[in-house]
């Protein structure tokens, strides 16, 4: 018995050690951009490096906000990630919700399609999207934006909530049929409602993806004033001289907000993720 003890230990030692050097190597960047966004610019250029500042300060973030007008660039990629997640999720659920309650001929070939959308990489559709936004004149739009990071977003949407609503029992809709309720009036005071975390998990996956997109806004964005964050940080780069501090200080102001919103969406994450699976 204490031998087998002695191993279990072992083994748990093993494992949470293993698990805090994974971390650790993962979020070595993290640390890093942290670090180098509160030194000044003379121990940015020093050579060896120094992992931590000597004299740290907070003057590069209001330096970057200044000088590379993130206050415009924040508002724009909040428009977008917010007007993304409130279209995804809005088609989302109901594509969602006629693929759980309605049987189709093809039902099982039109999901696998749906699933097949997310299995292209995003740079294969770059051209075609420019060539279908110019002819509508949705080139240097925020429109134009939303609209391709809805297509993107939208499979995993309506799988995701296929899901959600599947696992909710008809008998429920059928009651309130009974009591009256149009079908319409059963799915948004019944469905909806019972189906909270996995709509804020799938909100959350169309902001994040929206909010960190970098490829897209850079090709289908041309003016200044309409820029994403990401597109910002990275036209922030001299020819000739990067201000790193400046630039690590842009980047921690940009991945705070998701974050933030990661940590209190997180049980929402895992348990719609999981809850949504349920069911095929």
Sequence with gaps: MF?????????AVFVHTSLIILAFVILLPVIWMVLT????????????PRFMPE??????????????RLGTYFINSLYVALMTT??????GCMGGYALARFRMKGEKLYLMFILATRMFPAVVFL????????????????????????????????WLLRGFFRNIPTELEEAARIDGCTRLRAFTKIILPLSAPGIAATAVFCFI???????????????????????????????????????MAGGMITTVPVIVFY???????????TEGSVKG
Excluded at 55 to 68: G, K
Excluded at 263 to 273: A, H, P, R, S
């Design 3 to 11: 031998s087998s003890r002695k191993k279990r230990i072992k083994r």
């Design 127 to 158: 051209i075609p999207f420019f060539i279908v936004m110019r002819n509508l004149r949705l080139i240097d739009t925020f429109s134009g934006l939303i609209v391709s990071y809805t297509v993107f977003s939208l499979p995993f949407s309506i």
């Design 263 to 273: 940590i209190f969406m997180q049980k929402y994450i895992t348990g719609g993720l």
């Design 37 to 48: 966004s509160l030194k000044p610019t003379v121990e940015t250029l020093r050579f060896p």
């Design 86 to 91: 409130l279209v995804a999720v809005f088609f």
């Design 209 to 247: 993806m929206a909010w960190n997109e970098f490829m897209f806004a850079n090709t289908l964005i041309m003016s200044d004033a309409k820029r994403m964050l990401t597109v910002a940080l990275v036209a922030s780069i001299d020819d000739f001289v990067v201000r790193w501090n400046e630039l």
């Design 55 to 68: 004299n740290p300060s907070f003057q590069n973030y209001l330096a970057a906000w200044r000088n590379m």
